[in-house]
């Protein structure tokens, strides 16, 4: 996979260049460019915001500046592509947009600041036949779309192939089966007199498979009853409805 992303601050994403998303770029299990907008003005001042038709707070980024850099970072053809412009007024970013993001060969991240990008860009995309996909990554308004970039890419890249260590992370953490995922323990047995459940240093793999799972449906059912209404009728057996 190719991620490119353009945005007037590339500093901001420097921490995709750290640990494991890093490792993973440096044995090319994924390449990521960034790119700086101003590249693509002629003004010496390097203008890419302007003032909002119809008034309002603050500025919009020119559709100018945006086209010809998605001109050159994104060419409309065959090979496919997705540019992902997130911005508050967006679909929900979740884990099933990750794992279908996954599957992309391209991904082109716009990043937006000011008060977003003329409406103009995204139409000329569609227009040239580019898949756009308007996303947030939670009901908060942030200053710019760096931030939500690095939460989706880290989220797209740890599923693909070779990037985690161990492939069974991805298939089995939140979300994975719909439900939150339960408490964790690890070494020593007892900290500050608190022990870790019996039942997880027992051996029974039965045992701890159901407790994890009653966990699992405790905390989702506590904090996120709608993902419970959102599982299909099935997914709930007659031990997980006793919880
Ligand atoms: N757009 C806009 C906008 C609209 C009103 C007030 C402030 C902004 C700032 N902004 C500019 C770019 C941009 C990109 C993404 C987010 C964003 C995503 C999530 N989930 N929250 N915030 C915000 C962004």
């Known amino acids: 996979m190719r991620i490119d992303v353009v945005t007037i601050f590339p500093a901001y994403l420097d921490p995709l260049r750290e640990a494991l998303l890093g490792r993973a770029v440096e044995r090319g299990l994924l390449e990521i460019a960034v790119h700086d907008l101003r ?39 065959p090979q496919p592509a997705r540019l992902v412009v997130p911005t508050p007024a967006g679909r929900p970013f979740t884990q099933t947009t990750a794992r279908a993001w996954a599957d992309e060969q391209r991904l082109v991240f716009a990043c937006g600041r000011y008060e977003g990008i003329d409406e103009r860009v995204l139409l000329d995309a569609r227009a040239r036949g580019i898949e756009v996909d308007e996303v947030s990554i939670g009901d908060y308004v942030l200053v710019g779309g760096e931030v939500a970039v690095l939460v989706m890419v880290e989220a797209v890249a740890r599923l693909l192939p070779g990037v985690l260590g161990n492939p069974r992370s991805a298939a089995e953490d939140s979300f994975s089966d719909g439900l939150l995922e339960g408490p964790s323990y690890t070494r020593p047995e007892t900290w500050r007199e608190l022990a870790v459940p019996d039942v997880l240093r027992g051996g029974n793999h039965a045992a701890i498979a159901r407790w994890r799972r009653d966990r699992a449906l405790e905390r989702t059912r506590d904090r996120r009853p709608d993902l419970l209404d959102a599982l299909p009728p099935d997914a709930l057996d007659a031990a997980d409805r006793a919880v």
């Not at 119809?54 to 559709?63: I, L």
């Not at 100018?64 to 050159?72: K, P």
């Open 39 to 77: 590249r693509w003005t002629h003004d010496v001042h390097q203008a890419v915001d302007d003032a909002p038709y119809g008034g309002g707070p603050g500025m919009v980024m020119r559709p100018q500046v945006w086209g010809e850099a998605l001109d050159e970072v994104l060419p409309a053809g």
